[in-house]
């Protein structure tokens, strides 16, 4: 009874290890496609909690903004890596070294604190996080470094103070990375429309719709009818909660985002590409 007991803890333990990583990166996943899609729409004016996306959606759009700054995290490994084996540095190039690192760090955060000021300026909120990182995960090595080749024993509670701003510093990084990739990703769509399914919407009442490019035509032919109005130029942007996320077909700086709920107050119609087979 008492190995079996065992045997069940050492699973249950197992068990953990597993989850508990996979918890992580689905939750990092998960934020970094939000602010990826939020950045995304919100440049068609949209909320993207208004859309309902679900979990799964957020995690499959997440590769996109994260492939930069894991190749880029990647590559700076490399080359560290390279520049260890290939360099043998004395004890004074060491301390020097010490001494930019610690100028480089203090100008990061010279101008994080400079955010009131500086918050406005082009990409600050990737060169901030980019500079402190770098100089912090730097500062590491040089400081295990030297008192390494001196026989000291490590100061582990700074090495561990300084990996803590190095993964803040890249968490923020990628987050503006990915913020920057909705937004180009959004800019790319918008540039070109037409690649989006054509919609042709039918209403009971006018819209009123008064972005350029939309044709409103009247359809009542009989009383039967129910559907009296007619709307082309349309394109499908995304699809939410029992809703159409709706957007001229030409991009233009007047123009709205239609919501288009899914049930009977509407018809509409996806026409076929103009491709022949």
């Known amino acids: 009874m008492a190995d079996e007991q ?3 803890e050492r699973w249950v333990t197992f068990a953990t290890r597993i989850v508990a990583p996979v918890t992580l990166i689905s939750g990092l996943l998960f934020y970094f496609g939000y602010v990826s899609a939020r950045a995304q729409y919100e440049y068609f004016g949209i909320d993207v909690d208004t859309i309902g996306l679900r979990t799964q959606d957020y995690v499959m759009r997440s590769p996109q903004p994260l492939l930069v700054p894991l190749l880029g995290l990647t590559l700076l490994a490399v080359a560290g890596l390279l520049l260890h084996n290939a360099i043998q540095p004395s004890a004074t190039t060491v301390r020097r070294a010490k001494v930019v690192t610690i100028a480089l760090l203090l100008l990061g955060v010279v101008g994080l604190l400079g955010y009131p000021l500086l918050g406005h300026l082009p990409y600050y909120a990737l060169v901030v996080p980019a ?25 582990y509670v700074l090495l561990v103070l300084l990996g803590v701003v190095t993964t803040i510093c890249a968490f923020w990084a990628t987050a503006t990375t990915a913020q920057y990739s909705g937004r180009g990703l959004a800019k790319s769509d918008a540039q070109n429309l037409k690649q989006f399914p054509v919609v042709i919407l039918d209403t009971k009442e006018r819209l009123q719709l008064r972005s350029p490019g939309i044709e409103e035509t009247s359809i009542r032919t009989g009383t039967e009818q129910s559907f009296n109005y007619r709307y082309r130029g349309l394109r499908l942007l995304v699809v939410g909660q029992n809703r159409l996320f709706l957007v001229p077909q030409q991009w233009n700086a007047a123009n709205t985002t239609l919501i288009v709920p899914l049930d009977g107050s509407v018809r509409v119609q996806f026409q076929f590409q103009n491709d022949p087979p």
Request: hydrophobic share 50%; proline share 4%.
């Open 6 to 8: 065992s045997q069940l």
């Open 131 to 155: 500079v402190i990182g770098l100089a912090a995960a730097t500062l590491a090595y040089l400081s295990y470094f030297d008192r390494k080749a001196a026989g000291l024993t490590p100061q």
